[in-house]
């Protein structure tokens, strides 16, 4: 079992930034990839970033070169920083990771609201 508690979200104007962090505890020495999704009402949740525990990352093309993930293998957490946000980038972030053997763990999720 995996724990992801997501924080970092918020009310922000366009063209501001945020930085979401997502700490994971319990059996993480098995994560294989980590990353961020988002969802808005209506939609399917839909890949923001993720990473690998080798640091190979990918990225939505929506969000590539405005937002960047990163990990602290060290602290268990990973960041997405996202620059540039644009009213369209409003949603709910959910953190996630993948274990070996395929199992996925997802937090509750973080709001993100970007006014125009």
């Known amino acids: 079992q995996v724990q992801l508690v997501e924080s970092g979200g918020g009310l922000v104007q366009a063209g501001g930034s945020l930085r979401l962090s997502c700490v994971a505890s319990?059996?993480?020495?098995?994560?294989?990839?980590r990353g961020w999704y988002r969802q808005t009402p209506g939609k399917q949740r839909e890949l923001v970033a993720t990473?690998?525990?080798?640091?190979?990352?990918v990225y939505a093309d929506s969000v590539r070169g405005r937002f960047a993930i990163s990990r602290d293998s060290a602290k268990d957490t990973v960041y997405l920083q996202m620059n540039n946000l644009k009213p369209e980038d409003t949603a709910v972030y959910y953190c996630?990771?993948?274990?070996?053997?395929?199992?996925?763990?997802w937090g509750q999720g973080t709001q993100v609201t970007v006014s125009s």
């Open positions: 996630n990771v993948v274990l070996a053997g395929s199992r996925i763990f």
């Open positions: 319990g059996s993480t020495f098995s994560i294989r990839t």
């Open positions: 990473i690998t525990s080798v640091g190979s990352a």
